[in-house]
């Protein structure tokens, strides 16, 4: 059985940081393509961030680049995504996303709470 276990949400104040960590079990994670998506309170789910099997390629949505940093262990089986200089409209639940390279395998996280505010 597949899991994506996200942890590392919480309240945080504007221009903070956190750290987010997606540790996946059930599948071979070098294989897949890892993602962060987010949804804010009364809006679609937007992807923020993808990173590639190797070489490890990364791309980021425009509101986040400059600010984000995903990353992957591979020995851990988990993907990490860095938020700094975090803004109140960064507010959302993130998930963490995991795609084999044929899009046929797709799982979800369960999702975890980013607050930004004073």
């Known amino acids: 059985q597949v899991q994506l276990v996200e942890s590392g949400g919480g309240l945080v104040q504007p221009g903070g940081s956190l750290r987010l960590s997606c540790a996946a079990s059930?599948?071979?994670?070098?294989?897949?393509?890892m993602f962060w998506y987010r949804q804010g309170l009364g809006k679609g789910r937007e992807q923020v961030a993808r990173i590639t099997t190797g070489p490890y390629y990364t791309n980021y949505a425009d509101f986040v680049k400059g600010r984000f940093t995903i990353s992957r262990d591979n020995d851990k089986s988990t993907v990490y995504l860095q938020m700094n200089s975090l803004e109140p409209e960064d507010t959302a639940v993130y998930y963490c996303?995991?795609?084999?390279?044929?899009?046929?395998?797709?799982?979800w996280g369960q999702g975890t709470q980013v607050t930004v505010s004073t």
């Open positions: 059930g599948l071979t994670f070098s294989a897949y393509e």
């Open positions: 996303n995991a795609r084999s390279y044929d899009n046929s395998r797709v799982y």
